[in-house]
């Protein structure tokens, strides 16, 4: 950990009412005291002060001045905190007197290191805290803000507990083998590792977490011309992607950021699913499929009045959309049958032409009288609160989290493939689990391990 005191401006960049400038380190008071002249104010309260260039005594701006002593700060060192008028140039001005008094400037992310350093928070959520500064939607603000106070480290440090429980059963029984009664305390751990197994294994399954993060993606697929390109556009409400009437259009995948029911949302316009004219469409025709496979949910198109064609049906799973396009056209037949249009509801129990797809819901949209959209857009935002919605157990937001959590459980299978013929391994296996673990929050590395396993071990006997 790089030493020192440092200084920054906190608040956003350029021109506001009020910006906030943090210095944080053992030069925090003297800084203050340099620039306000006076004594350091009482702690945590917000104090009226006089900030002027100490080399120079010249007058920079009035100020709010806040100092928190060590360790009650959010470094967890002695800081001071200064609130001045939010110009370019107090804000330099400040920063160059406290650089004179021998701060330096910080680095990026420095006073959250420091936090970490300090033990004020730990990795998982020093990130909660990167993402709630990022957050653009209420539901990511809601799953930072959870992550940012513990709740995903409270998950990972009660894992790490049972690891180090089930990794003490099994040391002891290696140090001391029960002739009785052989490999009695290692199958005790059993359960123990078998229970977590389970648990990693629904944290993984669960995309919740990354996908608020990330966004939930939608994908449009269908035949040339269908109207993909026009819908796209209808719900981003600008001309984000080319409309013609010239099949074969879009060629690559054109994305756009929407917010729906507080989530954020990607949706992705694809190229005209069709025997490809030439190797720049056969790619772009390649790339719709991918879209549309990893897509969270796919809205097919096809115009009304035709049939859908075998290759978008393929593409199409449960709980998907299924929209006849350009409804002010055509009526959507073969389904004469079909009243979601005139009601705007939508309807899943009508048969797909050119073969069933189970559970597909249509509608029938007009991208140019607006008709059907307002349904569209409401079967979407139900998708996203089904998918996102729900307030369950803390999820894993980063590709970092689902790597380490895999780590583990990959241990934790082996380890009890072999916990009964080999414990020795058994135990190694655990622990690689529990460092896995540990390194989600940081806290933890193989020497308090060992420390932990040895202590609860000399309890235990
Ligand atoms: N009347 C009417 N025309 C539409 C509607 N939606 C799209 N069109 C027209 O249909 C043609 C094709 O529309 P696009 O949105 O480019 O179709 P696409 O599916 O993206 O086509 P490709 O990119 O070539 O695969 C254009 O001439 C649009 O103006 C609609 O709701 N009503
Ligand atoms: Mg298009």
């Given at each position: 950990?790089?030493?020192?005191?440092?200084?920054?401006?906190?608040?956003?960049?350029?021109?506001?009412?009020?910006?906030?400038?943090?210095?944080?380190?053992?030069?925090?008071?003297?800084?203050?005291t340099?620039?306000?002249?006076?004594s350091?104010?009482?702690?945590?309260?917000?104090?009226?002060?006089?900030?002027?260039e100490?080399s120079?005594?010249?007058?920079?701006d009035?100020?709010?001045?806040?100092?928190?002593?060590?360790?009650?700060?959010?470094?967890?060192?002695?800081?001071?905190?200064?609130?001045?008028?939010?110009?370019?140039?107090?804000?330099?001005?400040?920063?160059a007197?406290c650089?004179?008094?021998?701060?330096?400037?910080?680095e990026?992310?420095e006073?959250?290191?420091?936090?970490?350093?300090?033990?004020?928070?730990?990795?998982?959520?020093?990130?909660?805290?990167?993402?709630?500064?990022?957050?653009?939607t209420?539901g990511?603000?809601?799953q930072?803000?959870?992550?940012?106070?513990?709740?995903?480290?409270?998950?990972?440090?009660?894992?790490?507990?049972q690891?180090i429980?089930?990794?003490?059963l099994?040391?002891?029984?290696?140090?001391?083998?029960?002739?009785?009664?052989?490999g009695?305390?290692?199958?005790?751990?059993?359960?123990?590792?078998?229970?977590?197994?389970?648990?990693?294994?629904?944290?993984l399954?669960?995309h919740?977490?990354?996908?608020?993060?990330?966004?939930?993606?939608?994908?449009?697929?269908?035949?040339?011309?269908?109207?993909?390109?026009?819908?796209?556009?209808a719900?981003?409400?600008?001309?984000?992607?080319?409309?013609?009437?010239?099949?074969?259009?879009?060629?690559?995948v054109?994305?756009?950021?929407?917010?729906?029911?507080?989530?954020?949302?990607?949706?992705a316009?694809?190229?005209?699913?069709r025997?490809?004219?030439?190797?720049?469409?056969?790619?772009?025709v390649?790339?719709?499929?991918?879209?549309?496979?990893?897509?969270?949910?796919?809205?097919?198109?096809?115009?009304?009045?035709?049939?859908?064609?075998?290759?978008?049906?393929?593409?199409?799973?449960?709980?998907?959309?299924?929209?006849?396009?350009?409804?002010?056209?055509?009526?959507?037949?073969?389904?004469?049958?079909?009243?979601?249009?005139?009601s705007?509801?939508?309807?899943?129990?009508?048969p797909?032409?050119?073969?069933?797809r189970?559970?597909?819901?249509?509608?029938?949209?007009?991208?140019i009288?607006?008709?059907?959209?307002?349904?569209?857009?409401a079967?979407?935002?139900?998708?996203?609160?089904?998918?996102?919605?729900?307030?369950e157990?803390?999820?894993?937001?980063?590709?970092?989290?689902?790597?380490?959590?895999?780590?583990?459980?990959?241990?934790?299978?082996?380890?009890?493939?072999?916990l009964?013929?080999?414990?020795?391994?058994?135990?190694?296996?655990?622990?690689?689990?529990?460092?896995?673990?540990?390194?989600?929050?940081?806290?933890?590395?193989?020497?308090?391990?060992?420390?932990?396993?040895f202590?609860?071990?000399?309890?235990?006997?």
């Amino acid at each position: 950990m790089k030493q020192g005191t440092i200084v920054a401006l906190a608040s956003g960049a350029g021109r506001a009412g009020v910006a906030v400038i943090r210095v944080s380190g053992p030069g925090a008071g003297a800084a203050l005291t340099a620039l306000t002249g006076r004594s350091l104010p009482p702690p945590r309260v917000a104090t009226l002060a006089a900030l002027s260039e100490p080399s120079t005594s010249e007058e920079l701006d009035q100020a709010l001045a806040l100092w928190f002593p060590a360790p009650a700060s959010f470094t967890g060192e002695d800081v001071a905190e200064l609130h001045v008028h939010g110009g370019p140039a107090v804000v330099e001005g400040v920063i160059a007197a406290c650089l004179g008094v021998g701060a330096r400037p910080a680095e990026p992310g420095e006073f959250t290191r420091r936090a970490f350093e300090n033990g004020k928070l730990d990795l998982a959520e020093a990130e909660g805290l990167a993402d709630l500064v990022e957050a653009e939607t209420e539901g990511q603000r809601r799953q930072a803000l959870r992550q940012a106070k513990g709740a995903l480290s409270a998950v990972y440090e009660g894992w790490r507990a049972q690891l180090i429980e089930a990794a003490a059963l099994i040391e002891a029984e290696i140090d001391f083998p029960d002739e009785d009664l052989p490999g009695a305390l290692a199958q005790r751990a059993a359960p123990i590792l078998q229970a977590l197994t389970a648990d990693m294994a629904r944290h993984l399954a669960d995309h919740r977490g990354e996908r608020v993060r990330e966004g939930y993606r939608i994908a449009i697929i269908g035949p040339p011309n269908a109207g993909k390109s026009s819908l796209l556009n209808a719900l981003a409400k600008r001309e984000a992607a080319i409309v013609s009437d010239i099949p074969g259009t879009t060629r690559d995948v054109v994305e756009v950021r929407l917010v729906l029911d507080g989530f954020p949302v990607w949706i992705a316009d694809t190229a005209g699913l069709r025997e490809a004219a030439d190797a720049i469409e056969a790619e772009g025709v390649r790339r719709a499929l991918a879209r549309a496979e990893g897509a969270d949910v796919r809205i097919g198109v096809v115009e009304a009045g035709t049939e859908a064609p075998a290759s978008l049906l393929a593409a199409l799973q449960p709980n998907d959309l299924l929209v006849h396009s350009k409804a002010d056209l055509a009526d959507p037949l073969p389904f004469s049958a079909f009243q979601g249009e005139a009601s705007g509801s939508a309807n899943s129990h009508l048969p797909l032409s050119g073969g069933e797809r189970e559970g597909v819901v249509e509608l029938t949209v007009s991208a140019i009288t607006g008709k059907g959209m307002a349904a569209l857009e409401a079967q979407l935002a139900q998708r996203v609160a089904d998918a996102l919605g729900r307030e369950e157990a803390p999820t894993l937001t980063r590709a970092r989290h689902r790597r380490l959590v895999e780590e583990a459980r990959a241990a934790l299978v082996r380890a009890l493939s072999r916990l009964a013929d080999a414990p020795e391994l058994a135990a190694e296996d655990v622990r690689v689990a529990a460092s896995a673990i540990g390194r989600l929050t940081g806290r933890i590395d193989v020497e308090d391990l060992l420390d932990e396993i040895f202590l609860s071990f000399c309890i235990g006997k």
